[in-house]
Every structure is written in C-alpha cells, then in structure tokens.
C-alpha cells in the first residue's frame, strides 16, 4: 500500500512495504498480558488488531458453582485494582434479587470503601501512564506511595490488600476497627499531597503536552456508538457519570458534579482522572460527615442465602467505566448464569479507531489512556 | 623521538603513548562504573527510594556486581546477523568516546595531548558513534533494532548542529590571555586548553547564556538521554538498535554511553564553566595545587551530570518527529542568530556585554518558540477517515 | 519551558523528603491484627487437643475446595475417662495453600472457632521449592497455635 501524505516524493515512485510490528503479550508498558499487531508504514500506524484471552479464567462460569458468598473472591479477582466495586455490582445484585434492606451504615462504609479504590485505581493509571510517555520511574514511584496508604488502610479493615473479599449481601464482613475516621483522614491527607506531586509534574509539562495534546482523539458520538463508559466517555464531553445518572447507594444525597473535558484526547483522559481522584477525596469527606453509628448487617440474615427466581441487572460506576453484573436466578443458592459487563472490553473497541494514523509511539500512549485492566477484558 | 612524562626525562614517544592511553583506559573504566552507581543511587532519591544498598557498602560494588554478571552471560548472535557489521559496531561506538579523552583538560598542564584544533577534534570524533549505531542497527536482523538504529543515527544527525555552532560561537570569541598579565590577549582559539585558560576572570556562562542552554539540550541529545531517548525508549522499541547484544558486547555499548556523559560533562566544564582557571586563575605562580584544581573541575562537571540526571527523573521523552523538529526549528536558527552576533562582536569589538544581552533575550526567545510549538502542534500525518478511505479506493 | 521547570521543581522536592523504603528481610513492618495470611487451625491447650471435631463445614464452604477433612472418634472423650467433651476429634487435615483464595469463609463459617486466618509473618513467608509441599498437614497447621506463636482475630 502506498501513503501518500508527508512525502515529497510522487505516490507512484516511492513504493514501500508495511512493517508488521507485534507489541506482544509480555511488553515493558504493562496493562497485563495484551497483544496488539501493528501495521506500520515508517512511522505512521495504518491497522491494528488486539488479541485478548491470556488472562481468561473462567470466572463467570466457576461463579455458577459457587452461592453467594462463595462468588465475591471471583469478583475481586475480575477486577483486581477496584476490586471493592467489582463486589459492589455483585453483592448489589444479590441483595436487588434477595430484596435485602442493607442498614445505613454499611452503605456509607461501602461508599468510602469504593471510592478510596477509585482513588487508589486512578493513582495507579497515573504512575503507569507517567511510565509509557516516557519519565523514567518516578511517576509510578508517586503512584506506588500513594497507593501504600490506602492498601494498608484496606489491609487493616478487611485483612488483605488487594482480594478484600469484604462486602457480604446484606452488608459487610465485619465491623470497621474503630480508628476507621482517623485513618481516613491520614489517607486523604497522603493522597492530596499525592495529586499535586502529580499535577506540578505532569500536567503543565510541555513535553507532556506536546506527546498527548490531539493524540488519540475519539468524539463523543463514536464513543457513544463504541459503547465506552467511565472516564474515557467523559473525556469527550459526554456527562455520564453512573453516580449522578442512576445513583446507587447514597450518591443522590451527596453533592458533586460529573467532571468534563472537551476534546477526548489522551490528555483530556489523564485531566479527567487526575480531577476525579480530587473529587472522590471530597466525596470521601462529605461521607465521612454523615457516618453513623448503626449495625452493619440486617437483623435477620439467613445463613444460606437462597434467591427467589429472576433476573436482575446492576451496574455501578467503577473506575474504569460501567461495571455491571447480570444475575440469572433459578431459585437455590448459586445463581444460575452470572455475567460480567466489563467496562474495559467496551473501552478497548475504541483502540483501533483512535490509534490509526497516529505514530507508533502514539499507539503505546493510547493504550495507556483508555487504561484497561486485562483481568477484566478477559474475565 | 624522545619526550618527557611526569618529569621524567628522555622517554620514547610510543612508551609515553601507551602509558597516556593505559592511563585513560584506567581512569575511564574506573569513574564510569562510579558513574552508574551514582546515577542509580541520585536518580533513586528522586523517586523518594534507596538505590542499590546490598552489594558491597552502600551499593558501590553494584557496578562491578553487573559487570561480572554480563561477563558471564553466554554470547548470542543472530543467525542471520551479518558477521563483520554485527561484531564491529560495539567497537565503532565505543573507541570514539575513548578518543575524546584525549584534548580534555583536567588541570592546569596536564592533558593527553594539547591539540590546537582540540574542539575540531572532539566534534569529529564524537560524530563516528553514529555509524556504530548504524552498523548496530542494521546488523542485527531485527526489525525493531533497526527502527532504533534509524532513530538513533537520525536523531544524533540533527543534533551535531546546534551542538557544533554553540561550540563555534564560543570559540569565536574567547580572549587568550598571552603568556604573562601584561602581554596582549588574542581571540578565537579551537584549543580546549586556551578556552580554559580564557576564562580566568569570568566563566563563559556569563557571556553565552543561550549557548549554554542549547550546548546542555545538544549533548542531552547526543547521549541519547531523557527527553530524547527515544533507541532506547524502554517502553517501545525495546533497547533499540543494542536489543540482540547480550552480555560484554552489551556492556561495552552501556560503558560508552557513560563514559560519553563523562567527557560532556568534562567539555562543559572547561567551555562554559571555566574549568579549573576559575575562580582560581591561570598563572603558574600563583595557581593553586594541582589537587585543588582536579577537585574544582570534578566539581563542575559533576554539576552537569547531576543536572542530567535530575531531568532524566523529571521529563517525559519526545517523540521523534518533534525531536527533530526542535533540534531544525529552534536549536538551529537560534545558534546561527548567535554565532552571527558574536561575528559582529568579534569584528567591531563592541563591549562583550551584549553578548550577555543577546543571549538573554536568546532564552526568552527559546522559551517562546517552545510554547508556540506545543501550543501549535503540527497536524497529524492522516486521520483515520483519510486512511479509510483511502483503504476503500 | 516553564512547565519542565516546574517538574524539575516537583522532583527537585522528592529528593529532599525521606525515602519510603523499607528493608524487608531485615525489618519487617508491624502487620495489622486482622491480616489474612493463610488459616491455620487451633490448639486447645486446657485439654491439649485441637479445637477441630472434623465437622467438614469448612470443607463444604470453601469455594476452591482446597482442604480434606477427615475426622475419627476422640479417644479422649469422657466416655473413655478423657477430658473432652468433643466427641469426635480431627484425624487428618490438608489444606492445600496454593489453591486456597483466603477469602475468610472457612473461618466464617466453623461452629467451634477451630480455624483462623494466620496474622503473623510466617503466614506470608510460605515459599517452597516443591509445590506439593504447599500442601500442609495437621501437624504443620497446628504448629504455631501450639507454640503460642499466634494471637488470632477472628471476627465477631
């Protein structure tokens, strides 16, 4: 195939072959294990064909054979850096299903809980995104110190740092110990010095500006179409935010705006996350306000919990986009088909279309801005 | 022929040549492996972490504990690696940095060789590591290695330029002192020794500030540092052209890279900031113990190694195009603007004052051609519709 | 230009702050009292038997099904002059550490509080070089009850 835009040369003179380049499944810009071919022509991308599936485990299926509380630690490990979310969807479900009445104080602790995981997700976009576009280390150093407090903040709730395995139907596990605000304010406190070691060091960098300003670009009616969801949708303008449109738990009585950007490019993505972590700390603090004394799992729990017949379809705005679990229940005690909507497929469809015809080095930067997890792709 | 070394009298001329090379070759292999230690443990402290700590105290045998390590990794070659430009490029990259040792001025009468075309020198010599890239690049039989050959030899192509003028602009107008404080002072010397020694009173910094700045960017470029290491772009193009070396081949590609930062940071020193004339001065009388002045030029040149490595922690990479875009659009016009105003100055002897002003507003001029850049950015080569189409006709 | 200034300035501030290192094999940090290392199963040291009666709840609960259960008739019991009132006692116990996903279940869900999640570093110190010796056996799980080396947390 022949190009013919930057070259001074006549099309018909110059013919050159397009270089295959495979960015394979273990590559230095780690999202998982993700392969993508590139089409090269010098520098330019023409085609790019992702390959998923390495991480597949079977989650959905072994979910079938596990009741309902079995299934949270499969459901921690589909998305293992939100992974509070990732049981939200599902222990929601159940309870949607089960038509359990969750007390008050387990939703405000839920909702601290989940967005202390976005803010730890978004850190760890930043410090790998920092990585891609070029600085050596030391963004994902920031990133890695930011997310040491909050891990051992969850460590010292639920006893693990990553699989928390901690929501239950109904409520949650156990009781929070009884530093829980304090700690949280110690944690806010850390990530806001975070935010700005990050702002002072990306976002004003020309270099940096120079490497994402109109790379990658998507509108929002092609992301609409794409079916994206979650920072990178609103990174081009579109206002959808599921906390805000649908809320669940108790996002109506909190006060906070979907944040914005015009342009969808890779640089608006990574302004859209960075003003995300700013804004979680602030939802934390307005939770932290309402939290009450109270129980924290209903009064009358049965020990096996047993679903009526139907089917229920719950969805929460996790870091990456929409997470949403559709639960199938033929009575019993395991649901009878669980599936997983996982925000990052959707998110990845749009890889191709905003990567063709940018640089190859574009192509690296681009995968890192839709900031896919491949645990959650492959499932 | 006979000459004398260290005092010593009446040495032949080979002998005196192998012990300055032997002297070299010792004192590179030792200060580069202090180097990478250094490097790692300052790059460290910017990332709020210990660098190496276990091999040895405090991490110092870390160097040594990775040399042996690559010594004893097995030696792969490519099947279809073209045999003479496969095992040559390691050596064409390497010698040349050995070469540049030569017109570097350490103290006061002590050098290799005083060359009177010392910079001439320097700037030939240090261009010939590119056709090692190449050589490596394409020798390899590795698409990726190529990429990277292709980018390295591009990029340290652009980059000789304003790296070569900023160089020029200074030697035109140095003023060498004569022999004693009374004769009179020449101007313009390509000899890195009467640079030096021009300098007693100011550093040339005062004088070329914007030339500073653009020699600091060039020799980030020809080190194939952040921002502009893009062969060795970790996250892309995995190690670039070096990616099918292993072992002492690859040892001595990342010896010549440290080795090269060694003697930048020591040109730099003795350019711009006066080396070991100043603050100390020139005369032999009164000049200060010989310690006292290797110390002083240590110093220095640690400053700009240190400057290196603190924008290697701070500073995303550039992609190539705008690379090369920076190095023609603005290193380029801004040093031929510059060695014009020292032409005029060196020809109607104005004050040297201007040359300050000049070179202020240089900067200011630099800092505005990079905003208009990254605010104005060049289009894309072709947007996906374009390409769709183009795939449909 | 500014902008890199600026990051040079961020970093500039990194350096003079304290490094967040931690020496691990030297200094190992203060582990939280709810940390969930692998479970471990309890001693009863008034009668010197395990709390463990071989009930198989744990076995049944767990999702990955990483633990065999197999329990015989307490020689010790009072029928048999003995002190214990447990009728049926543990006779064998595997778990199996490289399939077990922690998820605190068999914990949750014991009815004699016989198994806890281990809190302490040896816990998290498990590294092998033969995967089959992941598998533990009901000495090894009572090895550190027994020895007092555990203060376990078990929620309420």
Redesign the interface.
């Known amino acids: 195939?022949v190009v013919?835009?930057?070259t001074p040369f006549e099309a018909s003179e110059f013919e050159t072959q397009d270089?295959l380049?495979n960015v394979g499944p273990q590559?230095?810009?780690t999202h998982g294990v993700f392969r993508m071919v590139l089409e090269i022509d010098g520098?330019?991308v023409?085609d790019l064909v992702p390959y998923i599936g390495y991480l597949h485990r079977g989650a959905e299926k072994l979910c079938e054979n596990?009741d309902f509380?079995?299934?949270?630690?499969?459901m921690d490990r589909t998305e293992y850096l939100a992974a509070h979310n990732a049981e939200l969807s599902y222990v929601m479900a159940v309870e949607a299903l089960a038509e359990i009445e969750v007390p008050e104080r387990a939703q405000w602790i839920r909702m601290i809980l989940c967005e202390l995981n976005r803010i730890s997700s978004h850190f760890m976009f930043l410090g790998a995104f920092?990585?891609?576009?070029?600085?050596?280390?030391?963004p994902f150093?920031?990133a890695w110190?930011e997310r040491?407090t909050v891990i051992?903040l969850f460590?010292?709730?639920?006893?693990?740092r990553m699989?928390y395995?901690y929501f239950r139907a109904g409520g949650l596990?156990?009781?929070v110990?009884t530093n829980f605000v304090e700690r949280v304010q110690q944690v806010l406190k850390s990530a806001r010095q975070g935010v700005k070691?990050f702002d002072?060091?990306?976002?004003?960098?020309?270099?940096?500006?120079?490497?994402t300003?109109?790379v990658g670009v998507i509108s929002a009616e092609d992301a609409i179409e794409i079916g994206m969801s979650g920072p990178s949708l609103r990174a081009s303008g579109v206002p959808l935010d599921l906390r805000k449109t649908e809320p669940y738990l108790y996002y109506d009585q909190l006060d906070f705006e979907p944040i914005t950007a015009e342009g969808g490019d890779v640089f608006d993505r990574y302004l859209v996350r960075l003003q995300e972590i700013s804004q979680s700390i602030d939802l934390i603090e307005q939770c932290l306000d309402r939290l009450q004394d109270g129980p924290i799992v209903p009064e009358k729990m049965p020990r096996m919990l047993r679903l009526p017949e139907g089917e229920v379809y719950m969805r929460t705005e996790a870091p990456r986009g929409e997470y949403g679990v559709y639960m199938v229940s033929k009575g019993g005690n395991k649901p009878h088909r669980l599936k997983v909507r996982s925000a990052c497929l959707s998110n990845l469809q749009a890889l191709k279309?905003?990567s063709?015809?940018?640089?190859?080095?574009?192509a690296?930067i681009i995968l890192g801005s839709i900031d896919i997890v491949l645990s959650e792709v492959d499932r | 022929m006979s000459t004398e070394i260290f005092g010593i009298e009446d040495v032949n001329v080979w002998v005196d040549a192998l012990i300055r090379v032997l002297l070299v070759v010792g004192f590179m292999t030792v200060v580069v492996m202090g180097l990478i230690w250094i490097e790692r443990k300052v790059l460290a402290r910017f990332q709020q972490r210990l660098g190496p700590t276990r091999t040895g105290p405090i991490g110092l045998l870390q160097s040594v504990a990775d040399a042996l390590k690559l010594v004893g990794k097995e030696d792969l070659r490519p099947r279809n690696a073209d045999p003479w430009t496969f095992e040559l490029a390691p050596y064409l990259v390497f010698i040349p940095v050995f070469l540049g040792f030569v017109i570097v001025p350490f103290v006061l009468d002590w050098q290799i060789r005083i060359l009177e075309l010392g910079l001439l020198y320097f700037v030939a010599v240090s261009g010939v590591n590119i056709v090692g890239w190449i050589m490596a690049g394409w020798g390899s039989d590795n698409r990726y290695a190529m990429i990277g050959g292709m980018r390295a030899a591009a990029q340290g192509i652009s980059y000789e330029l304003p790296l070569v003028l900023s160089l020029l602009a200074v030697a035109m107008v140095v003023e060498v002192p004569g022999t004693d404080a009374s004769a009179e002072a020449a101007r313009g010397s390509l000899n890195l020794n009467e640079i030096v020694a021009s300098q007693h009173e100011v550093p040339n910094i005062v004088w070329q500030p914007l030339v500073t700045v653009v020699f600091f960017i060039a020799a980030l470029a020809e080190l194939n540092r952040t921002p502009f290491d893009i062969p060795v772009g970790e996250s892309e193009v995995v190690g670039g052209p070096f990616v099918e070396y292993s072992g002492i081949r690859w040892s001595m590609f990342f010896l010549a890279e440290y080795a090269a930062l060694l003697i930048m940071a020591l040109v730099f020193a003795a350019v711009f900031l006066g080396g070991w004339a100043w603050p100390f001065g020139i005369w032999m009388d009164d000049a200060p113990p010989r310690w006292a002045q290797a110390l002083v030029v240590a110093g220095k040149a640690s400053l700009f190694i240190f400057l290196v490595i603190w924008v290697r922690a701070s500073v995303p990479r550039l992609r190539i195009d705008q690379l090369m875009g920076f190095s023609w659009k603005i290193l380029l016009p801004l040093m031929l603007v510059q060695v014009l105003v020292n032409g005029l100055v060196l020809v109607y002897d104005w004050p040297e004052i201007i040359l300050t002003v000049v070179g202020l507003f240089g900067i200011v001029a630099l800092f505005a051609m990079v905003e208009r850049a990254v605010r104005h950015p060049r289009p894309r080569p072709m947007t996906a519709a374009q390409l769709q189409g183009e795939a449909a006709s | 230009m500014r902008g890199i200034l600026k990051s040079l300035m961020v970093t500039a501030s990194t350096f003079a702050r304290k490094p967040v290192t931690r020496q691990y094999p030297e200094g190992h940090r203060e582990l939280p009292e709810r940390d969930r290392a692998f479970p471990l199963l309890l001693w009863d040291e008034d009668i010197d038997e395990p709390f463990c009666t071989g009930c198989h709840a744990c076995e049944r609960a767990c999702p990955v099904e990483c633990m065999t259960v197999i329990m015989k008739d307490n020689p010790n019991h009072t029928s048999n002059d003995g002190p214990s009132k447990r009728r049926k006692i543990i006779d064998k116990f595997y778990i199996d550490y490289g399939r077990c996903m922690r998820c605190n279940i068999c914990v949750e869900v014991c009815n004699f509080e016989a198994i806890a999640m281990n809190n302490t570093w040896q816990g998290h110190e498990t590294s092998v070089y033969d995967r089959s010796d992941l598998v533990q056996d009901l000495p090894q799980l009572l090895v550190q009850s027994k020895a007092k080396q555990l203060q376990e947390w078990v929620a309420e």
Do not use: C
């Not at chain 1, 509380?69 to 499969?74: A, D, L, N, T």
């Open positions: 195939m013919e835009a930057s270089l380049i590559h230095p810009s520098e330019v023409k596990n509380r079995q299934g949270i630690g499969y920092g990585v891609d576009v070029g600085v050596f280390g030391t150093i920031y110190r040491e051992d460590e010292e709730i639920s006893g693990d699989m395995a596990a156990w009781e110990p070691d002072g060091l990306l976002t004003e960098n020309e270099i940096f500006i120079a490497r300003k109109g279309q905003m063709v015809g940018q640089y190859v080095a574009d690296i």
